[in-house]
């Protein structure tokens, strides 16, 4: 039973354009969602987080929007750089600290 | 160190052996865990500690797996009788306390199971 699902394996976007990754989740009880990015042979890192009270957050080029209605969050980069490209995950916690992770979304960013 | 190490990077080993695993979280994180990830898929939790203590074994796929974290600091996640099905990358991540959620990983353990 996948929790936490990204229906994207891949996506791809110009230089400069935006690009939105997004992520589905089952579990009404998850509080708490986050984003990782992971290039080849290294370990995902933390990208940008949003709690279930918010319903937007941003950090720089990066924002993230929350739609508990609809259990759905997005990934919004703009404008989009190829060092952007990596392996995007979504991944939600229900306030234990165990976060369940989406099965990726492989960003390509071409010039 | 700066991040959390992981050894050995790379492990090949024949079906029926016995691996361990070591992780090496960052200096003050007091919350330590295993994930695995299998190709195509995203890390899938194994074992979640709160100091020496498994506060959460449930992803621990069956009894051949166990992990320990004897002094709080270091862990190391033990295979026994390897399976082809357990080739993947073994991730530890560590987080300090009051840190919801955020996690910081090493760069993971392959293990490839002959």
């Known amino acids: 039973d996948q929790q936490v699902k990204q229906n994207s394996p891949s996506l791809s976007v110009q230089e400069g354009r935006i690009s939105i990754l997004n992520c589905d989740y089952t579990?009404?009880?998850?509080?708490?969602f986050l984003w990782y990015k992971k290039y080849p042979a290294e370990g995902p890192t933390f990208l940008i987080s949003i709690s279930s009270i918010k319903d937007k957050n941003e950090d720089g080029r990066f924002t993230v929007f929350l739609n508990k209605s609809a259990k759905h969050l997005s990934l919004h980069i703009v404008p989009s750089q190829p060092g952007d490209s990596a392996v995007y995950f979504c991944?939600?916690?229900?306030?234990?600290?165990?976060?369940?992770f989406g099965t990726g979304t492989r960003l390509q960013v071409f010039p | 160190g700066a991040g959390v190490s992981q050894t050995p990077s790379n492990k090949v080993t024949e079906k029926g052996k016995y691996v361990e695993l070591r992780c090496d979280p960052i200096s003050g994180h007091t919350a330590l865990y295993w994930y695995r990830q299998s190709l195509g898929q995203g890390p899938e939790f194994l074992i979640y500690?709160?100091?020496?203590?498994?506060?959460?074994d449930s992803g621990l796929p069956n009894d051949r797996f166990f992990a320990v974290r004897p002094e709080g600091s270091v862990s190391t996640l033990k295979i026994q009788r390897t399976e082809r099905g357990d080739s993947a990358v073994y991730l530890c991540?560590?987080?300090?306390?009051?840190?919801?959620?955020?996690?910081?990983f090493g760069e993971g353990s392959r293990l490839t199971v002959l």
């Open positions: 500690f709160q100091g020496t203590g498994a506060a959460d």
């Open positions: 579990n009404s009880m998850f509080d708490y």
């Open positions: 991944a939600a916690s229900a306030d234990t600290d165990k976060l369940i």
């Open positions: 991540a560590s987080s300090s306390a009051g840190t919801t959620g955020e996690l910081f």
